[in-house]
Nanobody, 123 residues
Framework: QVQLVESGGGSAQTGGSLRLSCAAS?????MGWFRQAPGKEREGVAT????????YYADSVKGRFTISQNSAKNTLYLQMNSLEPEDTAMYYCAARYHWERQCVARAPDYIFWGQGTQVTVSS
C-alpha cells in the first residue's frame, strides 16, 4: 500500500504560477496528476515514468505545466505556469506499481490516490 499526500494548491490569478507536491510512502512505477472540475469527469493532466523520466502531458497544459520527480525523496511535483481560469479544479496525485515506457493518463489504471488539493485561478 502506498500513501500519497499532496500539498501546494491554492489560489492564483490568470497568468500566475503554483507548484504542487506529492509525497509517496513507497516506490511505484508510474505517477501522475489528474484533475476534476465540478460537473466534469476526472482527466489526466500529466504522468511520469518513475526512474525513466518519460513524461506525458494533456494538450490543454502542454508548454505550461511541468511534471517532475525526486526519486530519492519519493516526491512528485507539478509546476503550473501561465495559469488560466480553466485550470480551476481539484488536483489529485495518483500512482501505480505497473511500469511502462510512457505512463498512460487513464484514471482507472491508477490504484493509489491522494486526498486532492484545490487549485483556483481567477481572472
Amino acid at each position: 500500500q502506498v500513501q500519497l499526500v499532496e500539498s501546494g494548491g491554492g489560489s492564483a490569478q490568470t497568468g500566475g504560477s503554483l507548484r504542487l507536491s506529492c509525497a509517496a510512502s513507497g516506490s511505484t512505477g508510474c505517477m501522475g496528476w489528474f484533475r476534476q472540475a465540478p460537473g466534469k469527469e476526472r482527466e489526466g493532466v500529466a504522468t511520469i515514468t518513475i526512474g525513466g523520466g518519460t513524461t506525458y502531458y494533456a494538450d490543454s497544459v502542454k508548454g505550461r505545466f511541468t511534471i517532475s520527480q525526486n526519486s530519492a525523496k519519493n516526491t512528485l511535483y507539478l509546476q503550473m505556469n501561465s495559469l488560466e481560469p480553466e485550470d480551476t479544479a481539484m488536483y489529485y496525485c495518483a500512482a501505480r506499481y505497473h511500469w511502462e515506457r510512457q505512463c498512460v493518463a487513464r484514471a482507472p489504471d491508477y490504484i493509489f490516490w491522494g486526498q486532492g488539493t484545490q487549485v483556483t485561478v481567477s481572472s
